[in-house]
Structures are given as structure tokens and as C-alpha cells.
């Protein structure tokens, strides 16, 4: 068994422009980190909002599992490829009989396996069932067939967030926050082994407000009435954790945070 298994975890996919920053910095990361697998979370990738089979296919030729959120259920036609894609995972926490599958287990070419669990937290967001509880359940599912066990909690509020990485530590290798689009610098190894961080961020345009063009964000705000929002093409931005875990304990070793981006119009 190798010393270690590394996890490239990379934020929402926001659009076409997040796409073109996958094209343009994945590569590199791969070359510098070599992964045993790589993560991203794909709820956004079709216009900023859901994501479609055809792009689903395009994001396999460079990603291992695809994770998501609220924003899974936006584009109706993805959801019979939502049911039969099982690298495709939804929200663990969604009611009973909601398409799709909640967790995936990766198997690495060497036979090491590794798992990954979607959640989606409740606070200021939809009343689902209890993260903490869905965690309890599929956690102990998981663990019988891997120690690696990657969560990402798909939730607006930090304070969640941190309360599911204190209550997963130990349990999950790691808690991986997705879903405000902005990169939080708590990167951190609990004391009982597992890697956090609240939020993963986003592979989107730079110049944005949360992936989303500027203009149409500040006229959210000055006007207080809804936009019509579209994806960014101002620039590109990508940022992402890198975690080094241990394959015989699922302990994690170490968690490295990167940000890469390019100024510029993306046409």
C-alpha cells in the first residue's frame, strides 16, 4: 500500500468561464501535486446554474467524482444523467426517493479505495434533513468499505460548517466547504486527524461578484430587485485544497490551500 493518497478538491465550477480555468490550471496542479484523485463541485457548471450530461462527460475527461448542492436540480433534462451517472452525487440529505446518489467509492488503479459524501447544510438555506444525522448514518456505511472518506458540505453558514468538521474529526478524513464561492484561509488538520476548511471557493471568472458578471451582482444590490444573472468572463480564477492522507488510517497529513488566477477578458 502507498504512503499516502492525495485528494485535489476544487470549488464550485461556475459556467463555461469555469471551465476554461479547469483547462487552463488543472493541468499544472496535477503536474505539481500528482493526485490520487480529484474532486470538484459541479452544481454550477452549466451557465452558473446546474449542470448538463454533455458537460457532466466533459468534466470526467479531468476530474474522478463530481459533487454538488442546491443547484443540482436547475436544469430538468440533467436529472435522468443525475440517476444513471454514479460519479455524479447529490446532497445525502435530500428526502427519500430524490434521483441520484449521494456518495461515491473511488478505486485507484492500485486497489486503494476512497470515498466521497455529499451534504448540504440548513442554515439560511432549504429545510432539509439533518446533516449531522445523514452524516452518522452514511459515514458508518462508508467506513466498512474504505477509511478515506471525503465530505463535502454544500452550506452557506461558516458556523455549520465548523461544527460538521468538529463533529466528523476523526470519523472522515476530511470536510471540504462548498457553496459561497469565496475561499476561506481556516485550512487546518483537526486534532483527531481530519482535514478542514469552510469553504473550497470556486473555478470561475476573477472579476466577479461570486462568479457572476460584476455588473449584474451590483445591480442586485443597488436595486434590490431580481437579475437575470450570468457567469462572469472577466478573467479567470481557480482555487482548490490539496490533502495528503494517510490510506491505512484515513487520517489526513497535511492540507494545502491554492489560489491561481489571470487577469484578462475570456472569449
Known amino acids: 500500500m502507498p504512503d499516502k493518497f492525495g485528494v485535489l478538491f476544487l470549488g464550485d465550477i461556475i459556467g463555461r468561464t469555469g471551465r476554461r480555468a479547469m483547462d487552463k490550471f488543472l493541468p499544472g496542479l ?17 451557465g452558473g446554474s446546474g449542470i448538463t450530461e454533455d458537460i457532466g462527460k466533459e468534466l470526467f ?13 436547475d436544469k430538468k433534462e440533467a436529472l ?4 444513471r451517472e454514479p460519479r455524479l452525487i447529490r446532497p445525502a440529505n435530500y428526502p427519500p426517493g430524490s434521483p441520484g446518489r449521494f456518495s461515491y467509492v473511488f478505486q485507484r488503479g ?13 442554515v439560511f438555506m432549504e429545510p432539509l434533513d439533518c446533516p ?21 458540505l454544500h452550506a452557506e453558514a461558516t458556523s455549520e460548517k465548523q461544527a460538521l468538521g468538529w463533529y466528523l474529526d476523526g470519523r472522515v478524513s476530511a470536510v471540504i ?8 484561509a481556516d485550512e487546518r488538520i483537526l486534532p483527531k486527524g481530519t482535514a478542514y476548511i469552510s469553504d473550497a471557493g470556486m473555478a470561475g471568472g ?10 449584474q451582482g451590483l445591480q442586485r444590490f443597488l436595486t434590490s430587485r431580481p437579475q437575470h444573472f450570468e457567469p462572469s468572463r472577466d478573467g479567470l480564477f481557480l482555487s482548490c485544497v490539496f490533502i495528503e492522507i494517510d490510506p491505512a488510517t484515513g487520517k489526513s497529513l497535511s492540507i494545502v490551500r ?10
Open 177 to 184: 466547504g462548498t457553496h459561497t464561492h469565496v475561499p476561506t
Open 206 to 215: 476573477r472579476n466577479a461578484v461570486i462568479g457572476i458578471s460584476k455588473e
Open 61 to 73: 475527461l479531468q476530474v474522478d467524482v463530481l459533487t454538488s448542492g442546491n443547484h443540482i436540480w
Open 258 to 267: 491554492e489560489v491561481l488566477a489571470e487577469d484578462g477578458h475570456d472569449e
Open 110 to 122: 492500485d486497489g486503494v479505495r476512497a470515498a466521497v459524501l455529499n451534504l448540504q447544510g440548513r
Open 132 to 152: 449531522f444525522r445523514r452524516a452518522d448514518e452514511e459515514v458508518t456505511a462508508l467506513a466498512a468499505e474504505t477509511p478515506i472518506i471525503v465530505v463535502d
Open 80 to 83: 435522468p444523467y443525475l440517476a
Open 30 to 46: 496535477v503536474q505539481k501535486y500528482s493526485p490520487s484523485m480529484i474532486v470538484a463541485n459541479g452544481e454550477n457548471a452549466a
